[in-house]
């Protein structure tokens, strides 16, 4: 096993970090406060001018679509060469889109550059290659327990030479932005087939009639603007036989293919989102007094320390295995690697942001460190693109069946 970076992805590490010490870190404070300004003058769902600024030096500098990797159209990156960039990136949470390597675009990037037709490709993978236009992935829906997508029931009923959609999702990230382009929706197509042939992925572009952004949900009571998580409705929504991706009743093989790398690549965000944690809580252990000691020389946080830094690396070891499998084997033989990491980063991050959050006192909870976004980002991760309970449910599934029928040394008659 091979979970070396290669000379390039080490190099580009190097150019990603300095980059974040030249603009990233020192535009920390600029985003929050262009986001206070845009929400006073009424623009609460506008991009941020800092951003598209950024986007134009990173993509200056070579340090774009890291993400997309095994694809003639990204940068010739193995998934263990993107692991460490994308790392980086998780200790801001914003500064993916600056690299065009933010969800969820980058999933529908990926989507786009494995089953789009060339026609698809070109009108709407090229311009999300080139951070011109941004999407969104409609799957979850209101009615119906959306992490079994078999459940998924939003009609889509062929008309002629259309389909015509009609029904609810939420949970929609990205809707809110006005760069949303293009929606990739989960329809139930073909409702009396097999339960895995039930479903179909469309593309809807945005201001198709019929089409409605509800409103923005908020997580925890924060709206995550400028980027937002939506409820849409869908009332006789037409779009061309041709908006269809790879195939009628396909849908489930397609988001399968899609939150494999999105999964991934959350959790190699989350592992740079803990690193930072870990750095801001040792921080203030060394600087805050209490009781006559530095809180550094209370036991409880060596504790604290010792096992904070087991579970980062832990996970981050966990991480770069099921990149190697990935790369090596396929997305498809490296399900039980992907659901692994997915259930243990987001408790892992959860873990080491809050006693990061703890050791800061009331300071934790407020503006003063990035520490909150943490939390809510962490917490979310352990429903978006399927609740824990799910990927225990897999996993386990997958290692029982190696021993229905077997008979285990030592393990009697
Ligand atoms: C911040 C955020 C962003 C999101 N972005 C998107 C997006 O862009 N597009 C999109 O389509 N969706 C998105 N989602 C939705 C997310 O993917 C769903 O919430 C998730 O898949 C779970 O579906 P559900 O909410 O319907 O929960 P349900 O399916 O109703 O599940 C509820 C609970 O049931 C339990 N459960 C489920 N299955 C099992 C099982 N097998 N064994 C034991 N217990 C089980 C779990 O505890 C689970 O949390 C987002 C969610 C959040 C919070």
Not at 36 to 61: H, I, M, Q, Y
Not at 70 to 95: F, T
Not at 310 to 327: E, F, G, P, S
Request: charged residues 25%.
């Amino acid at each position: 096993m091979d979970f070396e970076p290669s000379p390039r992805a080490r190099a580009l590490r190097a150019q990603l970090l300095d980059f974040f010490a030249r603009h990233i870190h020192p535009s920390e404070a600029r985003y929050a406060e262009e986001l206070a300004a845009n929400t006073r003058e009424g623009r609460r769902w506008t991009p941020l001018a800092l951003v598209e600024e950024l986007k134009a030096l990173a993509r200056r500098e070579g340090l774009w679509n890291l993400f997309l990797t095994g694809h003639e159209q990204g940068p010739g990156l193995r998934c263990v060469d993107y692991a460490p960039l994308a790392e980086v990136m998780g200790r801001v949470p914003w500064s993916a889109e600056v690299f065009n390597c933010s969800a969820p675009d980058s999933g529908n990037m990926e989507i786009l550059a494995r089953y789009g037709s060339e026609a698809q490709k070109r009108q709407w993978l090229q311009p999300l290659l080139e951070g011109q236009i941004r999407s969104a992935f409609a799957m979850t829906e209101p009615e119906v327990a959306s992490s079994d997508a078999t459940n998924l029931e939003l009609r889509m009923r062929r008309d002629g030479d259309h389909y015509v959609l009609d029904g609810r999702k939420w949970w929609v990230s990205g809707a809110a932005d006005p760069r949303c382009a293009i929606f990739l929706v989960v329809g139930c197509s073909n409702p009396d087939g097999p339960r895995h042939a039930r479903h179909s992925v469309v593309l809807v572009p945005a201001g198709t009639p019929g089409l409605e952004v509800v409103r923005p949900l908020p997580v925890l009571g924060f709206d995550d603007a400028p980027h937002g998580h939506c409820e849409l409705r869908f009332d006789g929504v037409r779009v061309p036989r041709e908006n269809l991706l790879l195939g009628e009743g396909r849908g489930f093989e397609l988001m399968q293919g899609r939150l494999g790398p999105g999964r991934i690549h959350h959790c190699m965000r989350l592992i740079g989102m803990a690193e930072r944690a870990f750095e801001l809580m040792c921080q203030r252990l060394h600087e805050r007094v209490a009781f006559g000691r530095e809180l550094a020389r209370h036991g409880v946080w060596h504790e604290r320390v010792a096992q904070a830094r087991c579970l980062i690396d832990q996970a981050r070891l966990l991480t770069l295995h099921a990149a190697w499998k990935m790369d090596v084997a396929g997305n498809k033989a490296a399900r039980s690697e992907i659901a692994m990491i997915k259930i243990v980063a987001p408790s892992m991050a959860c873990q080491v942001v809050d006693w990061a959050i703890q050791a800061w006192g009331a300071a934790g909870l407020s503006e003063l460190t990035p520490l909150p976004q943490f939390l809510l980002a962490a917490r979310a991760l352990r429903l978006a693109d399927g609740p824990d309970e799910v990927h225990r449910a897999q996993l386990a599934r997958i290692e029982l069946a190696r021993f229905a029928g077997a008979s285990v040394p030592g393990g009697g008659d």
